[in-house]
């Protein structure tokens, strides 16, 4: 498994309390990068949906992309060893070549191409399309089915 048990564990203890919480109005984030054709990914995706699908909540996957030339720039930043976040720049060019990232089959998905936006353009972009898509969900009860997982 490539994420590890032990982070498997930590997100399955997260997503239950999500649940055991129960509240359709709190608001969660979760950032992971996913991609098409892997199965661990596929997982992933399909935990988050079914917590917010036990909650009653409104699901949201946005999916943010970049130029590999970008991705391999932003990679190496200081500020992600700090965050023990990836900073192997190597690796962005084998995902490329090897993976597409995973786009989920959901009517709410959200896809933002920052290749050219600041973290603060990026973020205020993510806001405004969550919030539209948040604001029509909860006035349209039609909206409330948040799709089935995938297999």
């Given amino acids: 498994m490539r994420y590890g048990e032990p982070i498997v564990k930590i997100r399955?203890?997260?997503l239950d309390t999500m649940v055991k919480l129960g509240n359709r109005d709190f608001n969660f984030i979760f950032t992971n990068a996913l991609y098409e054709g892997r199965q661990e990914d596929l997982e992933v995706y399909n935990s988050l949906l079914q917590a917010v699908q036990k909650c009653e909540g409104c699901f949201?996957?946005?999916?943010?992309?970049?130029s590999e030339d970008e991705h391999r720039r932003r990679i190496v930043a200081p500020e992600r060893e700090i965050n023990m976040k990836d900073t192997n720049h190597a690796k962005v060019a084998e995902l490329y070549q090897a993976y597409q990232p995973?786009?989920?089959?959901h009517a709410n998905s959200v896809t933002i191409d920052v290749t050219h936006l600041t973290a603060a353009e990026a973020a205020d972009t993510i806001l405004k399309q969550t919030k539209e898509i948040y604001l029509a969900w909860q006035n349209n009860p039609k909206m409330r089915g948040n799709g089935p997982s995938l297999g």
């Fill in 60 to 66: 949201i996957p946005v999916r943010v992309i970049c």
């Fill in 12 to 14: 399955d203890i997260v």
């Fill in 102 to 105: 995973f786009n989920p089959p």
